[in-house]
């Protein structure tokens, strides 16, 4: 049996499959991954700061004007779609084989897809909050009012995602770890894992079968029990065709 097909009797024998995904889930739905060579960090922009140094915390604090505008010109993007991937992971979750999605991306796709476990561990663009109060707001107040301030204190609004500099959602982090300790399928795709939270969650995953699915390869290859080296989308709609979803 090759691979894939490995892959798809696993998923077809498990009702406890965690999915972990990074921006590569997202990229065929045109949500740049900002991190790789074609991303935003290889953008030009009228500005003498990296991206990166733009979505940290410093940033945010000392320039909470230009970090505003640049969330709304480069993180924000609309009219976006789920694809495959997302849709193929609702299906397993309304056939009761998933616990949960956990995700680094902040593009609500895997909710917009159905799914409702979901642990959004670098948080999401659908919230906002004065950094002050903690009021809270929504995305279309937030795109109409740059530079964007609570209109109860004056504070300044900032999106529920987690910057550079930042700790992760301690709720989100928690529920993710809960569902991984309780695993016994890890998929892990369109991650590098290089990136902290994501190289320290895996380590929670201790017994089971762990499938990769990545273009690339990663330096955990050699953990897993599976290793597809192939187009997310495809492989999760090929590995979860057969599930019937009740
Ligand atoms: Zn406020």
């Known amino acids: 049996m090759n691979d894939l097909d490995e ?3 696993i998923v077809e ?29 290889n953008k030009k922009n009228n500005s003498d700061f990296s991206p990166e140094y733009m979505l940290s915390h410093e940033f945010f604090i000392n320039h909470p004007d230009l ?28 056939a009761n084989k998933l616990l949960g999605v956990i995700t680094q991306n ?17 948080g999401n663009l659908r919230d906002y909050y004065c950094v002050n109060c903690n009021t809270s ?17 004056g504070g300044v609004v900032r999106p529920d995602v987690t910057l550079y500099g930042e700790v992760p959602p301690q709720d ?9 300790k309780k695993a016994d399928t890890m998929i892990v795709a ?18 089971g079968k762990l499938i990769l699915i990545n273009y690339d390869s990663t330096n955990y290859d050699f953990m897993a029990d599976i290793v597809i080296h192939d187009d997310i989308g495809k ?6 065709e057969d599930i019937n979803e009740g």
Not at 107 to 120: C, F, P, Q, V, Y
Not at 172 to 180: C, D, R
Request: aromatic share 12%.
């Open 137 to 153: 707001y929504d995305l279309k107040y937030y795109k109409e009012n740059i530079p964007c301030t609570c209109k109860k204190c």
């Open 106 to 122: 902040i593009d609500s796709l895997d909710k917009m897809a159905g799914t409702k476990n979901i642990a959004e561990i670098h």
């Open 67 to 94: 970090f505003q505008k640049y969330v709304l010109e480069n993180l924000i993007v609309d009219g976006v779609l789920p694809n495959k991937a997302h849709y193929s992971l609702t299906k397993l979750e309304n």
């Open 190 to 207: 369109g991650s590098s894992l290089v990136v902290y939270p994501a190289s320290s969650l895996i380590n929670y995953f201790q017994n």
């Open 235 to 240: 492989t999760l709609e090929y590995i979860t």
């Open 13 to 41: 024998n498990s009702d406890k499959i965690v999915f972990f995904g990074g921006a590569g889930v997202s990229t065929a739905s045109g949500i740049p991954d900002f991190r790789s060579a074609t991303g935003l960090y």
């Open 7 to 9: 892959a798809k009797k």
């Open 172 to 180: 989100q982090f928690l529920k993710a770890i809960n569902w991984i």
